[in-house]
């Protein structure tokens, strides 16, 4: 089987052959071959062909089958919108409501309010009363990305009757490795996982077997909390609850890892200074409007900087070799403070900068600091003194690179703990501040050590 590769994976099938047997117009062979093929490669598949393409693949396929397929899509914003209006609004609705909700949510929440109105009432109202239920949820909360089917089972029941249960809901279930066990009142009352369901004796009382010490999440709760629940306690699915204790969902692991992904796309995209990574902009106008807004803050940040510069025009003037070295100077402490602030980052998004190990942490950071900065200034030293054949000036060079890194270093631990404690994202400080920050100090340290000491450069 010929392997077709995208651009960061390798899927296994045999994109000509599936496409001539549409071509062909043979309903039976390419269903047969197509519906055999993963989730993921029949997603890779469906998003890769032609329009006319897909029109067929409308034709083949049920909207129960389709729905399958796009619940397997990784699309950027706006991706779906293009598919959906390929479809008639009839088939369109229908795929929807075949999906697990969580999953339709996402879909609709791409929509404006008129097309979403339009989709929901073409659905039937159990099915449209059940997205509308997740739909009223504030993004990126646990609320957002839970699902609404799952199993739950009364306390008071048996096991023979909560494996009744258990058969007649599993096939619409998302997941059946952890059932949850509720009261009268629908109140999370427990777990049970599959296995101690299955080998318990038929006769025994769920609430006699049940883990009642259950690790729940509030439906208002943040994602990014819940993806680092889920990853602490190692879960494959989580209840989400009211502040009443009722279930209302559970948040299954799969979901998790597109939070996960989407968190660190978004921290690593501010800490790049771009708007948004995760969408890939072939019109370069769009592309251009995302990373404008901080080039054009750190343009105007900038002329701090070279009125910085400014001030020392006097001593430049009188040791022009001096202006060689700032940029050496400001890119290597400005490095050092990027480790850091990485390192910090990190440290707050996975919860291990807490507060008896901030301290800690900055105390680290200094000392990290001092030794990168005398193993750089020494080295500064020595290039400088063979090159120029000047000791005075390697050293002021190899004293500036050196406090310039320590500096750069603490600042890079410090302000994204500042910035957190504010309630304020950590990985914007990478944009203005840590920039900034660095290229001031390392400008003062550098030109404010030689003007001190001009009349010895001359």
């Known amino acids: 089987m010929m392997d077709n590769k995208t651009e960061n994976d390798e899927v296994q099938f045999d994109e000509e052959h599936l496409c001539s047997l549409i071509h062909q117009g043979d309903t039976l062979a390419f269903r047969e071959e197509y519906l055999s093929l993963h989730p993921y490669d029949q997603a890779q598949f469906y998003e890769k062909v032609e329009p006319d ?15 399958e397929i796009f619940e397997a899509l990784e699309l950027d914003d706006n991706g779906y919108t293009r598919f959906l209006e390929e479809m008639t609004p009839i088939y369109a609705a229908q795929m929807i409501s075949e999906m697990y909700t ?18 929901l009432k073409l659905m039937s109202n159990e099915d449209a009363q059940e997205i509308r239920e997740l739909l009223h949820y504030e993004e990126y909360t646990a609320g957002s990305i839970m699902t609404t089917e799952y199993v739950a089972i009364p306390e008071n029941s048996t096991v023979r009757s909560a494996m009744t249960i258990l058969r007649n809901e599993a096939p619409n279930a998302e997941t ?11 109140h999370l009352a427990g777990v049970i996982s599959l296995r101690d369901l299955i080998i318990a004796d038929e006769d025994t009382l769920i609430h006699e077997i049940m883990n009642d010490r ?10 990014e909390d819940v993806a680092q629940i889920m990853k ?26 597109d939070v996960i992904d989407e968190e660190a796309s978004e921290d690593y ?21 995302k990373r404008l807004p901080w080039l054009v803050i750190l343009l105007f940040l900038g002329m701090i900087t070279a009125n910085l510069v400014d001030l020392f025009t006097d001593t430049l003037e009188k040791v022009a070799l001096l202006a060689a070295f700032i940029p050496l100077i400001g890119g290597t402490s400005g490095n050092s403070g990027t480790q850091a602030l990485a390192v910090a980052v990190r440290g707050i998004a996975t919860g291990n900068s807490e507060e008896d190990n901030k301290w800690a942490l900055m105390l680290r950071e200094m000392v990290t600091g001092i030794i990168m900065g005398v193993v750089c200034g020494i080295i500064a030293l020595g290039i400088v003194y063979f090159w120029q054949h000047t000791f005075l ?31 304020i994202d950590p990985a914007v400080a990478s944009g203005p ?26």
Request: glycine share 4%.
């Open 269 to 289: 995209s501010k800490l790049a200074g771009v708007s948004d990574m995760d969408t890939f902009d072939k019109n370069p106008f769009l592309a251009a409007k």
């Open 393 to 423: 000036l390697g050293l002021l060079v190899g004293v500036a690179i050196c406090c310039s890194i320590v500096v750069a270093t603490l600042a890079g631990a410090v302000i994204p703990l500042v910035m957190h404690r504010m309630n």
């Open 433 to 458: 501040f840590i920039t900034t920050l660095n290229d001031i100090t390392s400008i003062l340290i550098y030109l404010g050590i030689a003007t001190a000491f001009i009349n010895h450069l001359m």
């Open 53 to 67: 393409i897909r029109q067929v693949i409308y034709q083949y396929l049920s909207p129960k089958e389709l729905a």
């Open 176 to 186: 059946i490795y952890y059932i949850f066990v509720v009261d009268d009142a629908e």
């Open 232 to 257: 602490d306690y190692n879960f494959l699915a989580v209840p989400v609850i009211n502040s009443k204790n009722e279930m209302l969902g559970i948040i299954t692991v799969d979901d998790i890892i």
């Open 214 to 223: 259950v690790v729940s999440v509030k439906v208002a709760d943040d994602q």
């Open 102 to 119: 969580d999953d339709a949510v996402d879909v609709l929440n791409e929509l404006d309010k008129d097309q979403i109105s339009h989709f």
